[in-house]
C-alpha cells in the first residue's frame, strides 16, 4: 500500500508535482512558521490511482482518517462533535494553477446535530445556519452536480425579503431546508449527515472533477498535460464570516500590472472567499486594511515581506481574519502581465535576491513579442462594435475595404474585411494595416498568413455580416460601409467603430533605436535582460532579409547577419517581365539577353544588402520557386486569350504565354520543378545569380567594405545535385576578378537530404535547415492547403497542441534534425548549421535549436530581439538544467 496523504507539516513547495502547487506551497508556509491553519494534502498519485481505476486506491480513506486524528488531537476538536465541532476545507489543487475550474467545498462536517454546536460556540446562530447552507449548495453542486442556480434563487428571494442586516437566523435556518428539499429532488436522497462520509465524497468529487468539461478545455488550451492529476487539500475551517473584525482578501507584493513594488490587493468584510468572486458586495483595497486592523495589516505585510524574499519572486495571497487572527490559506508565484514580468525581474536583480541568469528563466520570447506591439489607448474607448478572435496581434485602424485590389490600391491605411481570404488575397493583405473576418479561427488562412507577416488580424468575428458587392456589413443594427473607419485588436479581438488613439511600443521603439535604454522602468528593464541573454547566449541570431532596407532593420534589431535571403523576391514588380523572357526564351541567345538584362539588378540588390551586413555574414539563396510563379495565372490568361479571340484579335503575347503555363503546369508544385532542380535544368540561371553575388562582393571590397557572402541551394536532396550546383559555382566565382572566397552551402529541407547529411556535408560548407519545407515535407502536409482547412479540427481533438508550422515538431522533425547535425558534424567538424524556416523565430522552437547544437536561428527581423532572449534562456536552462516556459 503506498502513502497517499502528507501533513503540511511534510511536505515542501519541491514537491509539487505530488502534492500539486497549492498543497505544496501550504506545506512551504507552514514550515516557515506562518499561520496555515493545520491540515493534509491527499496526493496526486492518488488521484491518477483513482482516474485510472474508477475507485479509490486501496487504505486511501484509512490514511486520511489517520490524518485527520492527528489533526483533531492538535487542535482539540473533533469532526462530527455535537457541541463543537471541527470543520474542514475540501480544495482541489493540481500541479499548475487552473483558476475557477476545478472544486472547492466547505464548511464539511455541518449537519442537523452539528449546526447547534457551531452555533453555541460561536456565539452566532445566523453565521451557522449561513454556514450550513453553504456546505449544501457546494456540495450538492460540486459532488451531484446540482444547478447552482437553484440554489442562488432562493437565496435571492431570502435576500430580497431580508432587513437591513441581511437574513435572520430563522429565514437561514428555513433556506436550510428548502435546500435540502431541492438536494433530494435532485439527487434522489437525502443531504449527508455523516461528516466523514461527506469528506469522502468531497475527496472522491475532486478527483473526478480532473476531467470535468471545462476543466479539459483549459488544459488544452494551456497545453497542461492531461495525465498529472490534482491533488485534494483538506484544512481545518477558519471563518472570514464571524463579523466585522473578521474577513478575506487577496494581495500581492508587487503589482502584477506594472511591476511596482507596494501593497495590492482587495479585502472584503465579514465574508467567505467566494463571497469575494461572487461580487456580491464591493471589496476594499488592501490598503484600507490598515485603518481597519492594523495589527493584522502590519503581520499580513511582515509574510508578504517573509514570502517574497523565500520565493524570490513576485507571490500572491489568500488570507483570512477571524476575529482578529490572521490565516493563510495560499500563496503562489503570481501570475504576471508581460510588463511586469520584466519590471520585476530587473527589480528582484537589484534587491540582490535572484541573479541575471535567473531573470531570464523568468521572462518568456513571448512577453517579449507581446510588448513589441502597439496597444490601443482604451481610455474613453467607446463599447466595441463585436468581437471576434485575437489572431494576430497589433493595434491596427484604418478605412474598411473589401477587396483585395482596393486594399493594394490604397494610399492611406486600410482595413481588409472578407468573410474569408485565401491566396489572391495576399497583395491585399501585405497593404492592409489590419485584417478583418467573419469566419475561421487561429488557423484560417487569414490568421496564419497574418501572424506569420506581422499584420494585425482579428477572425471569425461571426456578428458581421458582410456583403461585399453592397460594399457593407451588418453587425445587429448598424450598418458600416466601404470608407468607414474601424478599429481592431489582434490580441483581444475588439473591433470598434471609428478610430481609436494607439500609443506606439515603447519597447518596439527602443529596440528599434528611437528610444533611450533609461527611457523607461520597462525599457531599462528590457535592455538589462536582452543585454544579459546576449552575454550568455551560444546560439547566434541572424535574420531573413530580401532587401537592403530589411537588412538594415535586422542589423537595429540585434541581427548578426542575414541567414537568408529570398533571392525570389527580387524578381517581383518590373523585373516579372524579364523572368517572363527568360522563360519564354526561344533558344541560348534570347535566354542569355534575359539573363543579362536581369543581372545588374540583382548585383545591386546585393551590394546593397551586403553593405547593410558590413563585416557580418549574409546567406544568399539562388532562386527556389518553381519559374511558372512568375508568369500570371492560368485562369487569367486563359480568359485574356478568349477575349482577344471572341473580338476576333491576335492574342499576342498572351498566347505564347498561356502556352508556357499550361507546359509547365504542375499538379504538386510544391513537389515539382523548384529548388536546385531549376538551377540543374534551366541553363545559366543560377551562374548569373552566382556572377551576381561575386560582383557585388568585389564592388564592396573596392569601395572598402567588409562583404561575407554565403550562396545557399535550396531543395537540395542528394549529394550529386549539390555537387553538380558547386562546379558550376565555383567556375564562376573564379571568373570574378577580385571576388572573396564564398563559402557554399545547402539547406536541409528535406528528409532525404537530413538522412544522408554525412555524404551531403562532404560538399557543403554549411547547413541552414529549412524547416518550413523540412515540415511540409516530413509530414506529408502542403502548408497552404492543410492549414486552412483541417489544422482546425486536429488542434481541436488535441492531435497536435501547436501548429508543427508555428512551433517545430521536436520529436519528427527535430530528430531528423538531430541526425542530420550529428552526420554532418561527424564528416565535416568545422560544418556551420543554422536554421532559416519560420520556427527560428519562435522561442520554443529556439530553445530546441539551442539544444540540438546549432551553430544559429534565423528569422524575421522584428523576431530578431525574441529569437535572441529565447537563445538566452536556453543558454542559462543548458548549465542549471531548469527550463520553466510555464
Ligand atoms: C524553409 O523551407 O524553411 C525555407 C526557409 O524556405 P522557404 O520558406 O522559402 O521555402
Ligand atoms: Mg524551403
Partial sequence: MGKYVYDFIEGDRSRADLLGGKGANLAEMTRLGLPVPPGFTVSTDACRAFLATGSPPAGLFEEVNAHLREIEARLDRRLG?????????????????????????????????????????????????????????????????????????????????????????????????????????????????????????????????????????????????????????VMAMVFGNLGPDSGTGVAFTRDPATGAPGVYGDYLTDAQGEDVVAGIRNTLPLPELARLDPVSFRRLREIMATLERHYRDLCDIEFTIERGRLWMLQTRVGKRTAAAAFV????????????????????????????????????????????????????????????????????????????????????????????????????????????????????????????????????????????????????????????????????ARYLAGELSPEADGLVAAVHRLLGHADAVRRLGVRANADTPEDARRARRLGAGGVGLCRTEHMFLGERRELVERLILADGPAEREAALAALLPLQRADFVGILAAMDGLPATIRLLDPPLHEFLPPLAELTARVARAEARGEDPGRDATLLAAVRRMHEANPMLGLRGVRLGLVVPGLFAMQVRAVAEAAAQRIRAGGDPRPEIMVPLVGDVRELAAVRVEVERVLAEVDGAPEIPIGTMIEVPRAALTAGEIAAEAHFFSFGTNDLTQTTWAFSRDDVEGSFFGAYLERGIFPVSPFESIDAKGVGRLIRLAVAEGRAARPELTVGVCGEHGGDPDSVEFFAEAGLDYVSCSPYRVPIARLAAGRAAVAATTGTSDSR
Wanted: contains cysteine; charged residues 20%.
Fill in 344 to 507: 520585476i525581474a530587473a527589480q528582484l536583480v537589484d534587491e540582490g535576491l535572484i541573479t541575471a541568469d535567473e531573470a531570464l528563466t523568468r521572462v518568456t520570447g513571448a512577453q517579449l513579442a507581446q510588448l513589441m506591439f502597439p496597444a490601443f489607448d482604451l481610455a474613453g474607448a467607446p463599447e466595441p462594435l463585436t468581437v471576434g478572435v485575437g489572431a494576430s496581434p497589433g493595434a491596427a485602424v484604418g478605412r474598411v475595404v473589401f477587396d483585395s485590389a482596393a486594399a493594394a490600391a490604397a494610399t492611406d491605411p486600410v482595413i481588409l474585411v472578407r468573410r474569408e481570404t485565401n491566396p489572391d488575397d495576399l497583395p491585399g493583405m501585405i497593404a492592409a494595416a489590419g485584417v478583418l473576418t467573419s469566419r475561421g479561427g487561429k488557423t484560417s488562412h487569414a490568421a496564419v498568413v497574418a501572424r506569420g507577416m506581422g499584420r494585425t488580424c482579428v477572425c471569425g468575428a461571426e456578428s458581421l455580416d458582410i456583403d461585399a458587392e453592397r460594399g457593407e456589413f451588418v453587425v445587429g443594427d448598424r450598418v458600416v460601409r466601404a470608407g468607414d473607419v474601424l478599429s481592431i485588436d489582434g490580441t483581444t479581438g475588439r473591433v470598434w467603430l471609428g478610430a481609436v488613439p494607439v500609443q506606439p511600443s515603447p519597447v
Fill in 81 to 233: 462533535d455535537p457541541r463543537d465541532p471541527l470543520l474542514l476545507a475540501v480544495r482541489s489543487g493540481g500541479r499548475y494553477s487552473m483558476p475557477g475550474m476545478m472544486e472547492t467545498i466547505l464548511d464539511i462536517g455541518l449537519n442537523d446535530v452539528t449546526v447547534g454546536g457551531l452555533a453555541a460556540r460561536s456565539g452566532d446562530e445566523r453565521f451557522a445556519w449561513d454556514s450550513y447552507r453553504r456546505l449544501i449548495q457546494m456540495f450538492g453542486r460540486t459532488v451531484h452536480g446540482v444547478p447552482a442556480e437553484e440554489f442562488e434563487h432562493e437565496l435571492a428571494a431570502v435576500r430580497a425579503t431580508a432587513g437591513p442586516g441581511g437574513p435572520s437566523a430563522g429565514q437561514l435556518r428555513d433556506l436550510v431546508d428548502t435546500y435540502k428539499k431541492i438536494f433530494v429532488r435532485h439527487v434522489g436522497h437525502d443531504f449527508p449527515q455523516a461528516p466523514h462520509e461527506q469528506l469522502f465524497l468531497a475527496v472522491r468529487a475532486v478527483f473526478e472533477s480532473w476531467n470535468s468539461e471545462r476543466a479539459r478545455i483549459y488544459r488544452r488550451q494551456e497545453r497542461i498535460p492531461d495525465d498529472l492529476g490534482t491533488a485534494v487539500n
